[in-house]
């Protein structure tokens, strides 16, 4: 299977060590056909990439955020009759394969349209990324509650609920995934009309488009390709960055609904349905 791929990352004064080990990855992967680096960042000191291979296509933007300058990618991946395009952080690394591996994993399930590889801290540990669509009640206990006592209890209780913990050796068809690597098929997005939505500067960007294309075919989590991810979870400790997190979630919530959400109670109700069923084979 020879499919045409291509790849995009988003630059915003990264640190020349991320950038360094993903064009790594990508090089030594081999399948990209072209690898487009959006710069967000204050200056073009990354325009020196384009020297570095022939696949690299550099585009120095101005800061419209994550999802929008995805598009970009996205819109001149289409351009080139690509077939498949992956969406990856700057902190991402993978070995030689993986991109031919999720291509030839998305021919096998014609009806996905996106998927996510298993996705490892640099420890080794596997980060539980597939989640189910959130509630604000969830999103306030998982980001302010402290870490002890029955406040630590109830966080754990809910994530292992949430990032449906039991299931990370079984494809499985979660609504919700992580925009740190994403596998598109571009076909689908075409058909389906959709993109990231640009009114979410960062943050919950990809939660909307997983959602958006959940409800008309597979979104799939495909353990047998792997990616290494550093998950700084900046906002976490930059208050910009957690003002930004929280004013995406108040446009997430306002777009399909705070505490009155039909389509997240029946998304959420059916993948444990399907990962009760998992365990009960197991």
Not at 55 to 73: D, F, T
Not at 87 to 113: C, H, R, Y
Not at 249 to 271: H, L, P, Q, T, V
Request: aromatic content about 14%; proline content about 4%.
């Amino acid at each position: 299977m020879n499919a045409k791929i291509t790849a995009s990352v988003v630059l915003y004064k990264t640190e020349k060590r991320q950038v360094e080990n993903l064009l790594s990855s990508i090089e030594a992967d081999g399948a990209a056909t072209r690898f487009f680096v959006i710069d967000n960042s204050p200056n073009d000191k990354w325009r020196i990439l384009e020297k570095e291979s022939e696949k690299i296509r550099y585009i120095y933007n101005e800061n419209l955020g994550y999802g929008a300058s995805h598009n970009i990618a996205l819109h001149l991946a289409a351009e080139e009759n690509a077939q498949f395009h992956a969406v990856l952080n700057p902190d991402i690394t993978f070995v030689p394969g993986t991109l031919k591996k999720l291509a030839n994993f998305m021919e096998e399930n014609p009806n996905a349209s996106i998927t996510m590889p298993k996705i490892f801290s640099p420890d080794g540990e596997v980060q539980k990324l597939c989640r189910l669509l959130p509630n604000p009640f969830d999103l306030f206990v998982r980001r302010f509650l402290p870490n002890f006592g029955v406040f630590g209890k109830l966080k754990k209780s809910l994530d292992e609920k949430n990032c449906l913990a039991h299931a990370y050796n079984q494809v499985m068809n979660p609504p919700c995934l992580s925009g740190c690597f994403l596998f598109l098929r571009l076909s689908s997005l075409e058909k389906f009309g959709i993109e990231f939505d640009e009114r979410f500067f960062m943050y919950f960007e990809d939660f909307d488009l997983v959602r958006r294309l959940h409800r008309v075919s597979q979104t799939l989590y495909f353990p047998d390709a792997e990616a290494s991810h550093q998950h700084a979870q900046e906002s976490y400790k930059n208050w910009k960055m957690l003002k930004i997190h929280l004013r995406s979630a108040a446009k997430y919530f306002g777009k399909y609904g705070w505490f009155f959400d039909s389509e997240r109670k029946e998304m959420n109700k059916r993948i444990l349905r399907e990962i009760g069923k998992f365990a009960e084979r197991g």
